[in-house]
């Protein structure tokens, strides 16, 4: 995918983000840049014509994460009769996407350790969150027809790249957003009052990183898909609706909230109720099996993740989707 001529928002951006960590974002991006592997790989899982082949020899440049991406293909979940000793046979097994989300999730969890967070908040937790709303992104676009499943799935994954940055590099700043959730205010009043915008601070960086325009905007729209240009409008909504669904699923981050406009996304896609409920029936049969993997591939330390605990039936009724998607939330 040809990468669109950048919009430069910083200017307008840093009043509403901390001095100090519009400063610092600038600073880190030199310091912590995206690794060369997954920026290829960004690249390839974008562009549909992307061969295994082509997979295999981006894969096969980092020792560390052929070793990792063949560990996978060996696990459990794939139930392999003989034992999988190359990228190409890891491929097999796995899936062409499956196996590029692997390796680009490997990739940023390298470049963003999670395994020591501030007290109260759980990294593994917000890495599961980020892998089911970039599957559960992908197979919207590809059940639905709605954008390349590869540049859904992508987006999905870095969604919430600006929590991710916070929680890694701002752990003093993060720590104080903690402090006020536990006192009483809401994900997105917390944010505001420290200025610590999660969509903003992604957006930053993924501009800094100079990543794809659809990327950016994804980042940024992804609580508030009704402001997104018309370019990214689409994908921005897909991301918004599976970053609920999996929330709603038992897949939480502590530190989000807020609602959606069920109609609004549902127009926006051309969906009809009966449509998207068949679909998130047969995703969260699905999310189900794949958790484990998730979980192998992000494990530090001895945390674990529950499996999805919402009830399907309380999705689209009662206190479940329905409350979540049902009312119009703006951010700032």
């Not at 040809?2 to 600073?27: G, I």
Request: aromatic share 6%.
């Amino acid at each position: 995918m040809p990468l669109t001529a950048p919009v430069d928002k910083s200017k307008e951006m840093e009043p509403r983000l901390d001095p100090q960590v519009a400063h610092r974002l600038r600073d880190l991006s030199l310091l912590v840049s995206l690794p060369q592997i997954s920026l290829n790989l960004i690249n390839l899982i974008s562009d549909a014509g992307t061969t295994n082949k082509q997979l295999q020899a981006v894969v096969e440049l980092d020792p560390a994460l052929t070793a990792k991406v063949i560990s996978l293909a060996n696990s459990a979940f794939y139930s392999v009769r003989t034992p999988v000793l190359t990228v190409d046979r890891a491929i097999t097994v796995i899936g062409y996407q499956e196996l590029g989300l692997l390796a680009l999730g490997l990739g940023l969890s390298e470049t963003f350790d999670l395994s020591s967070v501030p007290m109260g908040f759980d990294g593994e937790s917000l890495w599961i969150h980020s892998l089911a709303v970039s599957w559960l992104s992908r197979e919207m676009g590809r059940h639905f027809d709605l954008i390349e499943p590869g540049e859904a799935m992508i987006a999905g994954l870095l969604h919430d790249l600006g929590t991710i940055t916070l929680v890694s590099k701002f752990p003093v700043q993060f720590q104080h957003l903690l402090e006020l959730i536990v006192a009483g205010q809401s994900g997105l009043e917390a944010e505001n009052t420290l200025k610590l915008n999660h969509e903003l601070v992604g957006y930053e960086l993924a501009c800094l990183w100079k990543l794809p325009l659809i990327y950016r905007e994804s980042i940024l729209f992804h609580h508030r898909p009704q402001r997104a240009p018309e370019r990214s409008k689409i994908m921005a909504t897909i991301v918004a609706m599976a970053d609920i669904l999996v929330r709603k699923i038992g897949f939480d981050v502590k530190t989000e909230d807020g609602t959606l406009d069920l109609g609004y996304c549902l127009e926006t896609l051309h969906l009809s109720p009966e449509s998207l409920h068949t679909f998130i029936r047969e995703m969260l049969l699905g999310s189900q099996k794949v958790v484990p993997l998730w979980q192998q591939m992000v494990r530090h330390g001895h945390h674990k993740t529950p499996p999805p605990r919402t009830k399907f039936s309380s999705l689209m009724e009662g206190r479940g989707l329905g409350s979540g998607l049902s009312q119009k939330s703006e951010r700032p």
